[in-house]
């Protein structure tokens, strides 16, 4: 069963910059959808951003986009998520979610996940 690690969370203030990395453990095949999901306290889990492995096509969610961008290095087994302009309402945990349905934002249709990383944005 593969394995995702999130890491890169952190405490930055508003207008700052963080990158998300998410490492899977076994070599992800093409097609495969690797996303981004994201839940504050006392909200419900909301996806970010997607892209499928080995494609050129990404998804994003309206609040992020054109802030966030997501990427991938098959090399490494990496997805990146990769945040700009930080606001306060993009204080939650992230996580990490692998599937195989392009494009969606259904958390039911992802099969593995990560422990998720803590980004916390100050104003």
């Known amino acids: 069963q593969v394995q995702l690690v999130e890491s890169g969370g952190g405490s930055v203030q508003a207008g700052g910059s963080l990158r998300l990395s998410c490492a899977a453990s076994d070599d992800v095949a093409t097609n495969t959808v690797m996303a981004w999901f994201r839940q504050a306290p006392g909200k419900e889990r909301e996806g970010v951003a997607a892209i499928r492995i080995g494609r050129v096509s990404t998804y994003y969610a309206g609040p992020v986009k054109d802030r966030f961008t997501i990427s991938q290095d098959n090399a490494k087994n990496t997805v990146y998520l990769q945040m700009n302009t930080l606001i306060p309402e993009d204080t939650a945990m992230y996580y990490c979610?692998?599937?195989?349905?392009?494009?969606?934002?259904?958390?039911?249709?992802?099969?593995?996940w990560g422990q998720g990383t803590q980004v916390t944005v100050s104003s």
């Open positions: 979610a692998m599937g195989r349905i392009w494009p969606s934002f259904n958390a039911s249709s992802y099969n593995y």
